[in-house]
């Protein structure tokens, strides 16, 4: 039995109750360093610093000039910043974001009694426990440069946050502590009580990172969408009104999602590369099902995550239209172009693995035949989702072309096509996903019949809706239908997703379940785990790019210009070479990490002599 | 699957301990993944390559000699900023964001909104129209243009992220007055303040010095039948003077789907009114307004060249140097 009943007085052992003294106690701290009305509080910082009784007033948003920046070398300061920005925001979170799975997949295997979702989640920590000593390494390193090459900048930062940037570090004290108490003490608080001690470690940990995601968000946001100052940027408010900027709960919420897909999909290619390097069945079993979970998770967590972007840019949109158009219809706009490729590849990666996935179990068979539609439908709303609207073209290029709309292509490249694209794509991808669930199951409900005709029925209805909607309103009625008709789209897609999994749950009632052999994927099927986080890491990269840009020439928007050499939005061209330095520099680090953790279980023979003795 | 099925099968192949026939001298699997991988990334990198490749430059600050400053020069930099660090374009385009000022007489515009019962603003005439509505555009909201509480979605022009000085919004109102043929009533800023005499404004592009050169800058020749080109795929334009109006003409290059030529498709970039200068705009006007056949080209290009002398020195009058 898993749960063994311990003495109670062994309930909470004294390390953990150490340690959640530890954990009050700093959070009372905490409180009391950001509470508004407290010396220690941001807008009060100068008057701290000050001997007591003379009032300072806070200082504007300084004016910058060539001596406000620094070099290395004939490096660019900005490429500098931007590379390790980047490896510590990639490494950050996947470290974040393990655990939040490790968490839940660690309850599954108490809920279900499996040791093997224990020994899966411990198997993840441990990939994560290597990243996380990396993240902190580049986080110092980026926090160094930052302070080297724009001492100005920061100090203004500093001078805005004050102490709340103490209670981040105290915050990742804590983060360490926990994590190492966490994975850690995984055998020694495996069974019984002493599990739900450990799952709750996996809680506070998570509460822990997620806080400090929350906490560093508040910095890019205010960046973007200052709040608590004037426009010249003197500080007049607390530190929560500076921190709860319009943008900053969206963006928590949009980095949250994402952080956890992408960390599915990295440890994804662990498995995978775990799988077709495994030397005996059992091993390829374990990992196949390894990176099933891993895609899984990914996918998931990607699914809800255009809602969150779009919620994202909505608020951009209601702070400043003239932000929201810089990223969406303005010099931005092509960068939208390569997000569709990359949101086309991890459609069609995530397909091409479940279709793969399929050869596990001899049930599939019977669905095998609808493949080749989805397949042709995903690759043909790709083809019309990176259909550009404009281009620029040289006069030749005009005269081959026959005008600068190809008379074909021109109505493939606006909006109203692309959302067409968009929902057959999630509609197609839930399919697959449909299909798949299926493929192992007999179902034996006596309206099967009538289930399976209403959701082909709510599937044709859907994809009826969404080209109808598409095509009507967007090419025949004025801009005001054409925007208000997308939602209605997306709510067609909702509704085939939605009552997928509720009719499917009802119908798998009593359902008789046939064998799947993990392992039997076909190596090719695989690769699609290594395209995924390829494609989610660019495509951070990229997200983040823009997200940063939209700020164009200033440091803290409206309020603190960049007057520096690299005052400019570079060229997709430029943005995309840094963009692949910094998914390069990412891969081989998290190459060395795999490395490190497979390293663990190498043992060494032992050598002749003392094996003869 | 299920979770239950899932944990099934793993527990019946965790015992299978068979020995799997690895490839021996083959590729090792780290080479072939991360080859893949890398694969995938130089795919992304030249996509984002191929793609148009324009950089943002943020507005760069020039002095301004006043006593030097004409009008012409002055609304050669209100174009400028109108396109430039003024951003006007970005929602006042032919994409139905804003109202589309190229397009629209601003100054019938101007004196039609004053008299609405709608208007809350003091503007008495198209000038102070238009210096207030970059300073409080929500006196007056074009309708299907409004937001819900903050009436207008325009932000402060004399404030960041733009913050224009009253030297600039004068230019982009003398732009706006001058750009369909009337004349500015904004005066010249010759007695402002020392700080303002280093007012920032960018510098102006420089425009086609011909005709020709305008013709071919914005690639005209690529689809009309014009100067040397015999492309047949919009109308001729060599004897288009003895066809068309100056209006006509002037018509067709802002706005070119008003009237579609019979036998040619609707493909003319209806930017044209974004990209050109003014200036550019009257030299190809005139220039197709005397292409009445093919003897008289070089003479019309002839005398289309002495017209470009102001501008050209709209360019020099400017003092260029840069306060950085």
């Not at chain 1, 379940?513 to 495509?539: C, D, E, M, Q």
Request: glycine fraction near 8%; include cysteine.
């Amino acid at each position: 039995m898993l749960l063994q009943k311990p003495p109670y007085k062994n309930l909470i052992p004294a390390a953990s109750k150490s340690m959640l003294t530890i954990f009050a106690l700093f959070m009372l701290l905490s409180m009391v360093m950001i509470a508004p009305d407290t010396a220690w509080s941001s807008s009060d910082a100068a008057a701290v610093a000050e001997p007591a009784g003379e009032a300072v007033e806070n200082m504007p948003a300084p004016t910058m000039g060539p001596r406000d920046y620094r070099q290395i070398g004939s490096m660019s300061s900005r490429s500098f910043v931007w590379v390790v920005a980047q490896l510590h925001l990639f490494l950050a979170a996947f470290v974040l974001a393990v655990p939040l799975f490790v968490t839940v997949i660690e309850w599954i295997g108490v809920k279900t009694g499996d040791q093997r979702y224990d020994d899966m989640a411990h198997e993840f920590m441990k990939v994560s426990m290597t990243a996380y000593s990396l993240t902190a390494l580049f986080g110092g390193t980026l926090a160094f440069s930052l302070f080297l090459l724009y001492p100005t900048f920061m100090g203004y930062m500093m001078e805005v946050f004050g102490n709340q940037v103490m209670v981040y570090a105290l915050l990742f004290f804590l983060e360490s502590g926990v994590l190492y108490i966490y994975y850690y003490s995984w055998y020694a608080l495996r069974y019984g009580n002493k599990k739900y001690v450990h799952l709750t470690l996996g809680v506070l940990l998570n509460g822990v990172g997620t806080t400090l995601l929350f906490v560093a968000n508040a910095w890019a946001t205010f960046m973007m969408a200052p709040s608590g100052v004037d426009d010249a940027g003197v500080v007049t408010g607390g530190i929560w009104d500076i921190m709860r900027g319009p943008l900053w709960n969206p963006l928590n919420l949009h980095r949250f999602v994402a952080n956890i897909a992408f960390g599915g999909a990295v440890v994804g290619a662990y498995a995978g590369y775990k799988m077709l390097s495994a030397r005996t069945m059992a091993q390829r079993a374990h990992y196949d099902w390894m990176g099933y979970t891993a895609n899984f998770i990914a996918v998931l967590a990607f699914l809800p995550l255009p809602f969150a972007g779009y919620w994202l840019m909505a608020e951009i949109y209601a702070y400043s239209q003239q932000m929201g158009i810089t990223a969406m219809g303005g010099i931005l706009a092509w960068l939208f172009i390569v997000q569709a490729v990359l949101i086309g590849t991890i459609l069609l990666s995530a397909n091409y693995y479940l279709w793969n996935g399929m050869s596990r179990c001899e049930g599939a068979k019977r669905y095998m035949w609808l493949i080749k539609y989805i397949a042709v439908t995903l690759v043909v709303s790709f083809l019309i989702w990176v259909t550009p609207h404009t281009l620029i073209l040289s006069a030749k290029e005009i005269a081959a072309l026959g005008g600068s709309h190809h008379p074909l292509l021109g109505p493939l490249g606006i909006m109203p096509a692309k959302n067409i694209a968009v929902n057959l794509m999630l509609i197609g991808t839930f399919l697959s996903f449909q299909l798949y669930r299926r493929a192992d199951k007999v179902i034996t409900v006596p309206w099967a019949g009538f289930g399976n005709a209403l959701m082909v029925a709510i599937y044709l209805v859907a994809i009826a809706n969404v080209i109808f909607l598409g095509v009507y309103f967007g090419y025949f009625t004025n801009t005001v239908y054409k925007v208000g008709s997308s939602v209605a789209q997306v709510v067609s897609t909702l509704i085939v997703i939605i009552s997928g999994v509720v009719i499917d749950s009802m119908m798998f009632k009593g359902a008789k379940t046939l064998p799947v052999k993990w392992g039997h994927i076909s190596n090719r099927g695989v690769y699609a785990l290594f395209a995924l986080p390829i494609a989610f890491t660019w495509l951070m990269a990229l997200m983040g790019y823009v997200r940063s840009s939209v700020r164009t020439h200033w440091h803290v928007y409206t309020v603190m210009k960049d007057n520096s050499v690299d005052n400019y939005i570079p060229n997709i061209g430029h943005a995309g070479n840094m963009m692949t330095v910094a998914t390069i520099s990412f891969l081989l680090i998290i190459l060395f990490i795999f490395w490190v953790a497979s390293l663990s279980e190498t043992k060494q023979a032992l050598p002749a002599k003392q094996s003869a003795k | 699957m299920t979770t239950k099925a899932a944990t099934k099968e793993v527990t019946a192949m965790d015992n299978d301990s068979r020995f799997i026939n690895q490839e021996q001298g083959g590729i090792p699997v780290i080479v072939k993944v991360l080859a893949f991988m890398i694969f995938i990334i130089l795919v992304f990198t030249g996509i984002a390559n191929k793609l148009p490749q324009v950089e943002g430059q943020a507005p760069k600050d020039i002095k301004v000699d006043l006593g030097a400053l004409t009008m012409d020069v002055y609304i050669a930099m209100g174009e400028t900023l109108f396109k430039g660090k003024g951003t006007c374009t970005l929602c006042h385009n032919n994409l139905g964001r804003a109202p589309d000022m190229l397009v629209m007489n601003m100054e019938e515009t101007a004196a039609e909104r004053i008299k609405l019962a709608e208007y809350k603003g003091d503007a008495k005439d198209s000038e102070s129209y238009f210096f207030e509505s970059m300073v409080d555009p929500s006196k007056y909201v074009v309708p299907g243009y409004g937001k819900k509480g903050d009436p207008s979605p325009m932000p402060t022009i004399d404030k960041a992220p733009i913050g224009l000085s009253k030297i600039e919004m004068g230019a982009i109102v003398a732009f706006l007055q001058a750009k369909d043929g009337g004349e500015p009533t904004v005066e010249l800023p010759t007695d402002a303040p020392a700080a303002a005499e280093t007012a920032s404004a960018p510098e102006p592009p420089k425009p086609a010095a011909s005709a020709e050169e305008a013709l071919t800058k914005y690639g005209c020749t690529a689809c009309h039948a014009v100067l040397d080109s015999p492309s047949t795929i919009g109308p001729e334009l060599k004897t288009v003077g003895s066809r068309s109006s100056k209006e006509e003409i002037r018509t067709s290059i802002i706005n070119p789907s008003a009237v579609i030529a019979e036998g040619f498709p609707p493909i003319m970039p209806a930017t044209f009114a974004d990209q050109m200068m003014v200036k550019e705009l009257e030299m190809i006007v005139d220039f197709l307004y005397e292409s009445k056949g093919a003897d008289t080209v070089q003479d019309a290009s002839a005398e289309t060249a002495p017209a470009t002398e102001p501008e050209a020195a709209a360019s020099t009058d400017t003092d260029q140097e840069g306060e950085k």
